[in-house]
């Protein structure tokens, strides 16, 4: 019995002093982080040693704010509809600064709109994985500039994917030619090669996501402005919905209006970052969102969100969500057509 109890002891020692020595290690590597950072050493920075260690920004919530809807008090059984699709639904605006990228989750399938900027590409993929992507059942390329696909190569490389959407560039007569379309371009390629069913936007197309459905409304207009090829499309789960129309200027938004007579939405993705060559009063007179999401950078050089556009989302009410003061941002939708927002930034929108 005394030799067990000595080795249990011997034991105890050796497991508490491994554990000092770890707490004193990782104490050190803290300490000459940190005074490396405020001493502006050669030494690796706290990011980087968070990218190293996989840590990227959470998409956990730091406040939430809930939203009923109109129908919000019928039930399933009032309705007569058998309501579903909406639970188990998440909508990320992922904070990319000036660009954008969009993450909609319903069960186990995901939804990617648009890429982010040129840079953005390593961290994008980081976030979806973090969000729990093994593969993508659609993506939805927007339009071509490098702000929507920036990331895309990237994506394409890391994650297989079941369908992509792409403009209709035979609205266009030329195609684009930077380095990042072709780098797209090329690794869409291989994605084919591996199945991957690669689409033209058009009005009526329905892609199932989950029990969600996205639909697109209208694949951009004839144009020598690329903002114009922007697709636009609904996403709809159970009675929520939420509508994108890219960076679509006016010639868009007026063709839109002109052929969609249902663009009602709950929660609506502001045209063009924000811009005032977009975001008309007539169309959101049409959508009447109850929220708006604008994915714009801090401080940006083009002065998005503009107060025209601000004036238009709070002449019907909206509430206004923007990812440069309030970081990533999630909404959550219930069946009925209620949801909650999720900000990662409590700041004021
Ligand atoms: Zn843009």
Redesign the pocket.
């Known amino acids: 019995m005394a030799r067990r109890r000595r080795g249990r002891k011997k034991k105890k020692t050796l497991i508490g002093r491994l554990g000092l020595a770890l707490a004193v290690l990782v104490f050190g590597m803290c300490s000459l982080l940190t005074a490396g950072e405020y001493y502006h050493w050669d030494l690796p920075s706290w990011e980087a040693v968070e990218g190293w260690l996989g840590v990227v920004d959470s998409p956990s919530p730091g406040s939430e704010i809930p939203f009923s809807s109109p129908s919000a008090g019928q039930s399933a059984s009032e309705s007569g509809t058998r309501l579903q699709g909406a639970e188990d639904t998440e909508i990320y605006f992922i904070d990319v600064g000036q ?2 990228a969009t993450l909609i989750r319903q069960g186990d399938s995901f939804l990617l709109i648009d890429a982010g900027n040129l840079g953005d590409g390593d961290q994008l993929v980081a976030y979806l994985k973090n969000a729990g992507v093994t593969r993508l059942d659609c993506v939805l390329m927007t339009h071509p ?1 490098a ?2 696909i920036g990331g895309m190569p990237e994506v394409l490389e890391a994650f297989p994917v079941e369908r992509f959407l792409l403009p209709d560039f035979s609205l266009m007569d030329e195609l684009p030619t930077s380095a990042v379309f072709q780098r797209t371009l090329e690794a869409l390629g291989k994605q084919k090669e591996n199945g991957c069913e690669v689409l033209t936007a058009a009005r009526g197309q329905e892609i199932p996501i989950g029990d969600g459905m996205l639909r697109v409304l209208l694949a951009g207009v004839e144009t020598d402005n690329t903002n114009n090829l922007s697709v636009c499309a609904k996403f709809t789960a159970g009675k929520f919905s939420c509508l994108f129309t890219g ?1 679509g200027e006016e010639a868009v938004e007026q063709e839109l209006l002109a052929v969609e007579p249902n663009l009602g939405a709950d929660v609506f993705q502001a045209g ?2 924000g811009s005032s060559t977009s975001n008309s009063e007539r169309l959101l007179k049409a959508v009447h969102p109850a929220a708006v999401v604008i994915s714009c950078g801090l401080d940006n050089s083009y002065g998005h969100p503009n107060r025209e556009a601000l004036d238009h989302f709070a002449a019907v009410g909206a509430t206004v969500f923007r990812t440069d003061l309030q970081g990533s941002i999630i909404i959550r939708p219930s069946a009925d057509g209620s949801f909650t927002v999720a900000t990662e930034k409590n700041a004021e929108g």
């Open positions: 660009a954008d500039h702000d929507h960076d063009h970052h």
